[in-house]
C-alpha cells in the first residue's frame, strides 16, 4: 500500500545516499518555501496509487504552508484519510480528489473522521469531488466544515435529485452537477440555488433534464445568478426555454445539444435563441452579442414566422413587431455561378449540341471529345469560339491541359471547334534536296498548290511535279556533299550540290491548316459558323507560283 508520505518523498524530497550511479533531472523550485527546505506550496500527485495518509509527524512543519494539492487518479477510498488531510494541511485552500474510490458516506459510525473534523473551520476555497459516487449526505456535511468554500465540482458522482437535502451556504458561487442522473430542476431550484444566495453559475450539462423550474418558482432564485449551463440536456420545446427569461439576473446562457434545436442549422439556432432571450448578452461561450446582431435576429424571427398561423406564433412574434414593424420577406437571389453551359461542338460538317460543365480541365473536356467524335486526344487541336472576342481577336486554341474551362468565361451559345492535327509528310524537289515539310493541306487548293512546301527544288522553285518524290537516303543521291563543307539546314530549303550554280531563293508558300477536313467550300466557317470568317483567323498567303 502507497501513502501519501512516500509519495510526497519520493516526488519532492531529498534523495541521500543513492547506492546507484544515475543521472537525473531535478526540478529546484524558487519559491522561497523551497529555499528554506520545505516544500514548495502547489503539489502534484496524480496516479500514484495512493490508498492512505501515512504518518506525517516528522514533516508536518514542511507541509504547513500546502496551499493546492491534486490527489486525481489515486486509491483513497475512506473518508477518515481524507480529513487527516484536511486537518494536517493546514492552509491547504483548493483540494481535488477526482477519480478515487470514496463512495462510502459520512456517518456517525466514521467516528475516526468525525473526530477530525468536528469543531474545525477548514480555509478551502475549492473541492473537487469528480467521479467519486459520493451523495447528498456526504456533500452536505463536508459543505458545512468548509465555510470558505466558493466553488464545488460534484460532476459525474451518481447524484440523483436532492429531493429533501438542502444545500445551504453563504459563500458558495460555482456548482457544478454535470454528467449526473438529475431530472427535476425544479427541486434542483428549490432545494440548491435558492439556498445559496451568493451563487453565480450552475452546470447542468448532460443531465436528463426535461423541465425547467415554473415562472412562480424562479421567484426564489437569487439575482446573482447570472450564468447557466443546460447543454446536452433533454429540454425539447421552445416553451421551456423562454422560462429562461423570467430569471432575473440571468444573462450568460450555454444550451447546445437539445433534441428541439436538431432541425435548424447553427446559424438559425443562434438567431432563434437570441431573439427569444432579449436577457442573454452572451451565448454558448462567444463574445458579448452585440446591438446590431440581435437586431438582425429579432428582424430574422419576424421573417421566419410570417406565414406561420396566428394561433401557433409565439408570443415573442408580437413584442418584435412591436418594435420592428410587420416586415417585408426578403428576396432570396442566387448569385452563384452556373456550372453547366450549353455549348455547340463542331468536327468536320459533325455538329452537337451539348451541356458541360466548366469545373473540368481541357484535358478532361478533350477525353469527353474523344467519345463523341473518335478523336484521340493526343492528336487533337481544340480551339473555343467566344461569341464577341472571337470577331476581334478570333479564336483561341486550347493549349493548356490542366486550364479548367471556367477560366475561359464560356457562357451560354459559345461553341467549340475539334480539329486533327496534321501529320508529317517528307516531300523533295530533287535527287540531293533533303527538305521537310510540317502539316496538312489545304483543303480548297489544286493539285498543284497541295505538292507546294516549305522547302523546293533549287533549280525550279515554284515548279510542280505530278508525283512527289520520296526522299532518298544519302548514298541514292547523285551528287556527293563535299565532305570539307559543313552544310548547316532548318529543313526549309534545299542546299546546293556541288557543282551548281546556286538559284534564286526559294518561294515559302504556307501550308494551310485543314481546320474542318477535305471539303470543296473554301471557309467552311462562312456557311456553318456564323459571322465570323475562318479565313480572318488563319490568314493564308495569297501568293501562288
Known amino acids: 500500500m502507497v501513502s501519501l508520505k512516500e509519495s510526497v518523498e519520493e516526488k519532492y524530497g531529498e534523495k541521500e545516499n543513492e547506492s546507484e550511479d544515475f543521472g537525473f533531472i531535478v526540478f529546484v523550485s524558487c519559491s522561497p518555501e523551497a529555499k528554506r527546505g520545505m516544500f514548495p506550496p502547489i503539489m502534484t500527485l496524480n496516479d500514484y496509487n495512493i490508498e492512505y495518509f501515512g504518518d506525517f509527524s516528522d514533516l508536518s512543519s514542511k507541509v504547513r504552508h500546502i496551499r493546492e494539492l491534486d490527489l486525481t487518479d489515486n486509491l483513497l477510498s475512506d473518508w477518515a484519510e481524507v480529513a487527516e488531510i484536511l486537518s494536517s494541511f493546514k492552509s491547504l485552500t483548493f483540494l481535488n480528489l477526482s477519480n478515487n474510490l470514496l463512495n462510502e458516506p459520512i456517518d456517525k459510525n466514521n467516528n475516526q473522521a468525525n473526530e477530525k473534523l468536528d469543531n474545525v473551520n477548514l480555509p478551502m476555497n475549492k473541492l473537487v469531488l469528480n467521479g467519486n459516487n459520493v451523495n447528498w449526505s456526504t456533500v452536505v456535511y463536508l459543505v458545512r466544515k468548509m465555510p470558505k468554500l466558493d466553488e464545488l465540482h460534484l460532476s459525474t458522482n451518481n447524484l440523483g435529485d436532492p429531493g429533501n437535502t438542502t444545500l445551504e451556504h453563504n459563500n458558495l458561487t460555482h456548482l457544478y452537477l454535470s454528467c449526473n442522473p438529475i431530472n427535476d430542476f425544479c427541486s434542483v431550484s428549490m432545494n440548491l440555488i435558492s439556498n445559496c444566495s451568493r451563487l453565480e453559475f450552475i452546470s447542468l450539462a448532460e443531465c436528463p433534464v426535461v423541465q425547467l423550474p415554473k415562472v412562480d418558482d424562479l421567484q426564489n432564485v437569487p439575482t446573482c445568478l447570472h450564468s447557466l449551463n443546460i447543454s446536452t440536456t433533454k429540454i425539447n420545446s421552445w416553451t421551456e426555454v423562454e422560462k429562461l427569461r423570467k430569471f432575473p439576473g440571468l444573462n450568460d446562457l450555454r444550451i447546445q445539444g437539445c433534441p428541439f434545436l436538431d432541425e435548424y442549422t447553427a446559424h438559425e439556432k443562434r438567431m432563434m435563441l437570441i431573439a ?53 420577406p426578403l428576396v432570396n437571389i442566387d448569385l452563384s455561378p452556373d456550372m453547366n453551359i450549353k455549348v455547340s461542338i463542331y468536327h468536320k460538317d459533325e455538329c452537337r449540341e451539348e451541356s458541360i460543365s466548366v469545373m473540368q480541365s481541357v484535358k478532361q473536356f478533350k477525353q469527353l471529345l474523344q467519345g463523341y467524335f473518335n478523336v484521340a486526344p493526343a492528336n487533337m487541336r481544340l480551339w473555343y469560339y467566344d461569341q464577341e472576342m472571337t470577331k476581334i481577336a478570333g479564336p483561341e486554341e486550347m493549349k493548356f491541359a490542366n486550364k479548367e474551362l471556367y477560366t475561359y468565361n464560356v457562357i451560354d451559345g459559345d461553341y467549340f471547334v475539334v480539329d486533327e492535327k496534321a501529320q508529317l509528310r517528307v516531300l523533295t524537289g530533287s535527287p540531293g534536296a533533303h527538305s521537310m515539310v510540317f502539316g496538312s493541306l489545304s483543303p480548297g487548293n489544286s493539285n498543284s498548290s497541295r505538292k507546294s512546301s516549305f522547302g523546293t527544288s533549287p533549280t525550279s522553285p515554284c515548279a510542280n511535279s505530278s508525283n512527289p518524290r520520296i526522299r532518298r537516303k544519302s548514298s541514292d543521291s547523285s551528287a556527293p556533299p563535299n565532305p570539307r563543307t559543313r552544310r548547316k539546314s532548318s529543313g526549309r530549303t534545299s542546299p546546293t550540290p556541288l557543282g551548281r550554280k546556286a538559284s534564286s531563293p526559294s518561294v515559302k508558300t504556307p501550308v494551310a491548316r485543314n481546320l ?30
Open 516 to 545: 474542318f477536313g477535305n471539303s470543296n467550300v473554301r471557309n467552311p466557317v462562312d456557311q456553318h459558323y456564323g459571322e465570323f470568317f475562318h479565313s480572318k483567323v488563319f490568314r493564308e498567303d495569297s501568293k501562288n507560283c
Open 276 to 328: 427569444r432571450l432579449p436577457n442573454v448578452k452572451v451565448l454558448n461561450g462567444g463574445d458579448r452579442i452585440k446591438t446590431t446582431e440581435r437586431e438582425d435576429a429579432e428582424r430574422s424571427f419576424i421573417r421566419h414566422f410570417l406565414d406561420t398561423p396566428e394561433s401557433i406564433r409565439p408570443s415573442r412574434f408580437d413584442e418584435l413587431v412591436a418594435v420592428h414593424g410587420l416586415l417585408a
